[in-house]
């Protein structure tokens, strides 16, 4: 019914910046907030930056000032700018989203397939 679409992962050096894109697609009548989550090798999931339809923002603590959650609701895209890369920001970055489908009453949550963001020391 929805499909997300991450990309621009890739390897950076410590220091350099990248943009992550994610594009929602399908039965969409509206999104309620779109998000990026990462999990790096054997740890949980942890929330990266989300923000709502109203334009709130939330930041995990890690990546405050440095990251940056952006959205072009019409395109049904997030992005996130990521700047001053650190080797712990290695990880599988994805992309989430609560929408609400046609045909349906409540909104759901998906989740894209994941992108890798590799950052060397």
């Known amino acids: 019914q929805v499909q997300l679409v991450e990309s621009g992962g890739g390897l950076v050096q410590a220091g350099g910046s990248l943009r992550l894109s994610c594009v929602a697609s399908?039965?969409?009548?509206?999104?309620?907030?779109m998000g990026w989550y990462r999990q790096a090798p054997g740890e949980q999931r942890e929330l990266v930056a989300a923000?709502?339809?109203?334009?709130?923002?939330n930041y995990g603590d890690s990546v405050k000032g440095r990251f940056a959650i952006s959205t072009d609701n019409a395109k049904n895209t997030v992005y996130l700018q990521m700047n001053n890369l650190k080797p712990e920001d290695t990880a599988v970055y994805y992309c989430?989203?609560?929408?609400?489908?046609?045909?349906?009453?409540?909104?759901?949550?998906?989740w894209g397939q994941g992108t890798q963001v590799t950052v060397s020391s």
């Open positions: 399908g039965s969409i009548v509206s999104i309620k907030s």
């Open positions: 989430s989203a609560a929408v609400l489908v046609r045909g349906l009453v409540r909104t759901y949550t998906y």
């Open positions: 923000v709502t339809s109203d334009g709130s923002t």
